[in-house]
């Protein structure tokens, strides 16, 4: 199962999300353009993200039970079809419902890709290399928002609307073929379920999954600790950048760049402390959102604009939250058994994009009515307004932090039932500095940890 054509079949469906990702945060750095193109407001700019988000938020759990039953082959390449399609509906839109009408199919498609790359995982894959595996599958992800700030952006600048977007088509052009011709959907000889009929069966699939504490753990953990990344990423960071903390476009493009690279330099460290300290994954959730919410904290509050290198610190934190939110899926994968994994995976998935779409519809009503109230002086993305509307997410952030807190008692609750107890993160702390003395006293022993929380 770690065999060379493990990390090959990983590897093709990898490319089908890196394509995802590109055409997921392309709108995130052609809103000043996109405001020029459809004479639109901050409102209806935002718009178009927000809907793309509910249509993707809407459609993870039937994708994670369509992918449970036709498998993850079928429905990436349905997903690449309908996003190489949206991308052909925006490169020659000229006005607002015609681009909604592309970000539609976009965020269809985008929703049937991530989890059928995660369901991959488990079926190709050691169950001791899960939870690396699957930050490397975030980690790799980021690499398409790299291309969408870096080679979309110049063409876009230099050739113009229309080239810009023809070229995404075509890389979702170029994933149906690869995805077609190389990804598998299991090893040889695995054996699957017989698929589950009627909407009663699938009904009863999805309500266990939700009844599982874990799964609901999973959830807000993603709600929590994604949706700010994404609201920066993928509508309000350019602007925010640009027309709030005047930076030139050369500057944003390098910030951008860094919130890449962060994210793919964290992934494996987040991966490797899930796989040493499951009992800790809840505990580093809360770590990543609290380090978010400082992160905003001390750019807004700042007077004038900020320094850049605390934009730079900020962009860093942002960027945590994106391999940190994987944790959400490694509770869906421990807490359900394999022929439900899509199921639970989609349900984790929901989260942190309700989260991400509520945030920028808000932000981009704040800024409005701040614009149409005068408190802007007439200037819609100016820093002023920008502080009072990014603080929203200060609100989400609370919201999700409480709703991690009381899923994990439930969590524990059940754990303890089954003999499992969670001990206080200071004793924890304590134990293991026995055990690191024990060790050097060359007789340690075992550390007892489980595969659970």
Same mark, same amino acid.
């Not at 998935?349 to 991400?356: E, K, L, Q, T, Y």
């Not at 899923?407 to 200071?426: D, E, F, I, T, W």
């Given at each position: ?16 999300y890196?394509?995802?990702?590109s ?19 901050a ?7 927000v ?6 938020a ?21 997903g ?9 509906q ?6 607002i419902?015609a ?5 539609v ?9 991530f ?8 079926l ?8 690396l595996?699957?930050q ?14 870096l080679?979309? #952006?110049? +063409? &876009?600048? $230099?050739? /113009?609307?229309? *080239?810009?977007f %023809? ?6 052009? !170029? =994933? ?5 011709l190389f ?44 949706f ?10 350019y ?7 005047g ?5 944003v493009?390098?910030?951008m ?16 402390f ?11 959730v809360?770590?990543i ?7 905003? #904290?001390? +750019? &807004?509050? $700042?007077? /004038?604009?900020? *320094?850049?290198? %605390?934009?730079?610190?900020l962009?860093?934190? !942002? =960027? ?16 359900n ?13 929901v ?23 005068g408190?802007?002086n ?12 990014l ?8 919201v ?25 993160l ?21 550390? /007892? ?5």
């Amino acid at each position: 199962m770690t065999a060379p054509r493990a990390w090959l079949i990983w590897t093709v469906g990898i490319f089908g999300y890196l394509v995802a990702v590109s055409q997921r945060t392309s709108f995130g750095v052609v809103g000043l353009e996109a405001t020029e193109r459809f004479h639109a407001s901050a409102s209806a700019i935002s718009f178009f993200t927000v809907l793309q988000l509910l249509v993707y938020a809407g459609l993870q759990i039937p994708v994670g039970l369509l992918v449970d039953r036709f498998g993850s082959r079928a429905m990436i390449v349905g997903g690449a079809v309908l996003m190489g399609l949206g991308q052909l509906q925006l490169a020659f839109a000229d006005s607002i419902p015609a681009g909604v009408a592309g970000r539609v199919l976009v965020g269809a498609g985008d929703a049937m890709t991530f989890i059928s790359v995660i369901r991959l995982i488990p079926l190709w894959f050691a169950p001791a290399r899960v939870p690396l595996v699957t930050q490397l599958t975030g980690m790799s992800g980021q690499l398409g928002q790299l291309f969408s700030v870096l080679p979309f #952006a110049f +063409v &876009l600048h $230099t050739s /113009g609307w229309t *080239p810009a977007f %023809l070229m995404l088509a075509g890389t979702s052009a !170029l =994933a149906v073929l690869l995805v077609a011709l190389f990804l598998q959907d299991a090893p040889p000889g695995t054996a699957r379920p017989a698929p589950q009929q009627g909407f009663r069966a699938t009904g009863a699939s999805l309500a266990r999954a939700w009844r599982q504490p874990g799964t609901r753990l999973g959830m807000w953990s993603h709600f929590t600790i994604q949706f700010s990344g994404t609201v920066f990423a993928m509508t309000w960071g350019y602007p925010f950048l640009i027309s709030g903390q005047g930076l030139d476009a050369g500057t944003v493009a390098a910030l951008m760049a860094l919130y890449v690279a962060a994210a793919m330099a964290v992934g494996p460290f987040i991966g490797r402390f899930v796989s040493r300290h499951p009992l800790r994954r809840s505990t580093m959730v809360l770590l990543i959102a609290a380090a978010t919410a400082a992160g905003w #904290a001390a +750019v &807004l509050f $700042t007077p /004038g604009r900020a *320094p850049l290198w %605390l934009l730079a610190g900020l962009v860093v934190v !942002l =960027a945590i939250g994106g391999p940190g939110s994987m944790i959400g899926f490694d509770f869906a994968r421990t807490f359900n058994p394999a022929h439900r994994i899509g199921t639970a995976t989609g349900i984790v998935n929901v989260g942190g994009f309700i989260a991400a779409l509520v945030a920028i519809f808000l932000i981009g009503l704040v800024l409005d009515l701040l614009y149409a109230s005068g408190f802007s002086n007439g200037e819609l993305y100016g820093l002023e307004p920008f502080r009072l509307a990014l603080g929203v997410q200060f609100l989400l952030l609370g919201v999700g932090v409480g709703a991690v807190l009381v899923s994990r008692r439930k969590v524990r609750r059940q754990m303890a039932a089954q003999g499992v107890v969670v001990p206080p993160l200071r004793s924890a702390l304590a134990r293991q500095r026995r055990e690191a003395l024990a060790r050097r006293r060359g007789t340690a022993g075992s550390d /007892g940890n489980t595969d659970q929380v």
